[in-house]
C-alpha cells in the first residue's frame, strides 16, 4: 500500500499530508481492482438514522454538509438503522444531483448475510436503497465462522462480474480470514479491509498493516479519534455517556479510563506546542501509516473541525511523540 497522492508537496518540516485543502478529492491511495482510486478521508454513517428522529434530521444535515464541504467518500452499510442509514444517504445524494463519477460509495453485507443468496439480496436491497445502479465498494461487514468465505465471496464476485459492485472488501478480518477471502477470488481481488484503527487502539491495524501492504490492500481506519477522546472530548470533566461505553467498552472501561484521559492530554500538550488541532495528530498519524480514514460526525460543525485537522499536518517530531506517548497505553 503506497502513501496518497498529494496535490502540491508538504514543507519540508512537516509530514506530507494527503490533503492541502478542505475536503478528500484532492488525495487518493490507488487500487488494483475497481474503476476508481479511493479517498483518503471519508464520513462513516452507522450512526446515520440509528436513533430518534431527531438525530435522523440532525444526521441528514451533516451528511448534505459535508458534502458540500468537499467530502466525496460515504461509508455505510445495510445494518446501520436496519437500512435507514442506506435509504437516507441514497435521498441526500440523489437530491444533491452530485455526478456518481465524483463519489465514493461503500457499503456492507452483514455479517447474518453471507450465504450466496443472502449476500444478492442484500446488496441488492442495498443499491435500492441508495438510489444507484452499482455502489463503488461492497465491504463483508464481518466474517462468520459458520459460514464458508468461498461461499460468500463468489457471490461478491459474481456482482461484480454483472457491474454492481465496483470492488470487493472485507471489515474486521484478520490476516488468515484476509487470506482465505483472497484465494476464493478467482477473477479479482480484495482491495480493502476496513479495522478499528487509531492512535490508543491499534492491536487491529497493525495486525494486518504488513500484509495489505505488501499485497495493495487499502487498510480503512474506522473510530480514528475514539469516540472523540482523541479531539479532546472527556479531556476536561466530561465522562462517555452509556451508549459510547457500550460500542468502545474495551477502551473507555472505567478502571482505564484515567489513563488513557491522562495521555490524551499529553497528546493535546505536543498538538499546542505545533500549533495544529489536536485530532490533527490522530488523523495524520494514521495517514503516515498508510491508512484510509472514516471519520463520524452527528453535526455540521464536526465535520468542519474534522476537515480543518485534515488541512493541518503536524511535524515528523510531533507524530514521533505522539507514538511514544501512544505506546504507553498499549503497555498499561
Not at 461487514?141 to 461484480?160: K, N, Q, S, Y
Not at 482465505?180 to 479479482?188: G, N, P, Y
Request: a positive charge.
Amino acid at each position: 500500500m503506497t502513501k496518497p497522492k498529494t496535490k502540491a508537496p508538504a514543507p519540508k518540516s512537516k509530514t506530507a499530508a494527503p490533503a492541502r485543502s478542505k475536503g478528500s478529492s484532492g488525495a487518493t491511495y490507488p487500487m488494483k481492482a475497481g474503476p476508481k482510486p479511493h479517498p483518503a478521508l471519508g464520513l462513516g454513517l452507522w450512526g446515520l438514522g440509528r436513533w430518534s428522529r431527531e438525530d435522523e434530521v440532525k444526521t441528514r444535515a451533516t451528511a448534505e454538509h459535508a458534502l458540500r464541504a468537499g467530502v466525496t467518500w460515504f461509508d455505510t452499510a445495510e445494518v446501520y438503522g436496519t437500512g435507514r442509514s442506506e435509504r437516507l444517504l441514497g435521498d441526500v445524494l440523489t437530491r444533491s444531483k452530485t455526478d456518481p463519477a465524483k463519489l465514493f460509495l461503500t457499503t456492507k453485507v452483514s455479517w447474518e448475510h453471507l450465504r450466496a443468496g443472502q449476500v444478492r439480496a442484500a446488496v441488492v436491497g442495498s443499491l435500492q436503497k441508495l438510489e444507484r445502479r452499482s455502489v463503488d465498494l461492497v465491504l463483508v461487514h464481518a466474517p462468520d465462522a459458520h459460514v464458508p468465505i468461498a461461499e460468500t465471496m463468489g457471490a461478491l464476485e459474481t456482482l461484480w462480474k454483472e457491474g454492481k459492485v465496483g470492488a470487493i472488501g472485507v471489515s474486521n478480518f484478520s490476516v488468515e480470514e484476509l487470506a482465505d477471502a483472497r484465494a476464493a477470488l478467482k477473477e479479482t481481488d480484495v482491495v480493502v479491509n476496513q479495522v478499528v484503527y487509531n492512535l490508543f487502539d491499534r492491536e487491529d491495524g497493525d495486525g494486518v498493516l504488513d500484509y495489505c501492504r505488501k499485497n495493495g490492500i487499502v487498510v480503512e481506519a474506522y473510530t480514528p479519534l475514539l469516540r472523540g477522546l482523541l479531539a479532546g472530548r472527556y479531556l476536561d470533566g466530561e465522562t462517555p455517556s452509556p451508549e459510547v461505553r457500550r460500542f468502545a467498552h474495551h477502551l473507555l472501561e472505567r478502571d482505564r479510563f484515567d489513563t488513557l484521559v491522562a495521555h490524551a492530554r499529553s497528546i493535546r500538550d505536543l498538538a499546542k506546542e505545533d500549533g495544529v488541532p489536536m485530532a490533527s495528530i490522530a488523523l495524520h498519524w494514521l495517514r503516515r501509516r498508510g491508512a484510509a480514514v472514516i471519520f463520524g460526525a452527528s453535526r455540521p460543525e464536526q465535520v468542519d473541525a474534522v476537515l480543518d485537522a485534515w488541512a493541518h499536518s503536524p511535524s515528523d517530531a510531533t507524530l514521533d511523540r505522539a507514538d511514544a506517548i501512544a505506546k504507553e497505553v498499549t503497555r498499561a
